[in-house]
């Protein structure tokens, strides 16, 4: 048996098989925009919105049919960062003003 350190995020103990990731080395690049890229950026990153907050609502309506809507409000909070405008126009912002890419 192999013994893993690491941080609890909850009480207790667990006996079982872990997967076991290992520490990714992606880096997110930085880019600075042309004039003429910010536009399409900010469409990227309007697309990616749109995106993200269709696939947390689909995952949201299958946990609600399967488990219930106790355990699916989780993705009330998802869907509530993805729709808060005080965390996205910042985003949206910077993209606009310094050029930067919306990955960063």
């Known amino acids: 048996m192999k013994q893993l350190q690491g941080i609890p995020v909850s009480p207790g103990v667990v006996i079982g098989r872990a997967l076991v990731l290992e520490k990714s080395l992606h880096r997110v690049p930085f880019l600075i925009l042309g004039a003429d890229e910010i536009p399409k950026e900010l469409a990227k990153f309007n697309t990616a919105i749109v995106?993200?907050?269709d696939q947390v609502t689909q995952d949201r309506n299958q946990v609600a049919a399967t488990l219930g809507e106790e355990p699916a409000k989780i993705f009330e909070f998802h869907l509530g960062l993805l729709n808060d405008k005080t965390l996205v126009e910042p985003?949206?912002?910077r993209i606009e003003s310094e050029g930067v890419n919306a990955a960063f």
Do not use: F, N
Request: aromatic share 0%.
């Open 91 to 93: 985003i949206r912002e």
């Open 51 to 53: 995106g993200a907050i």
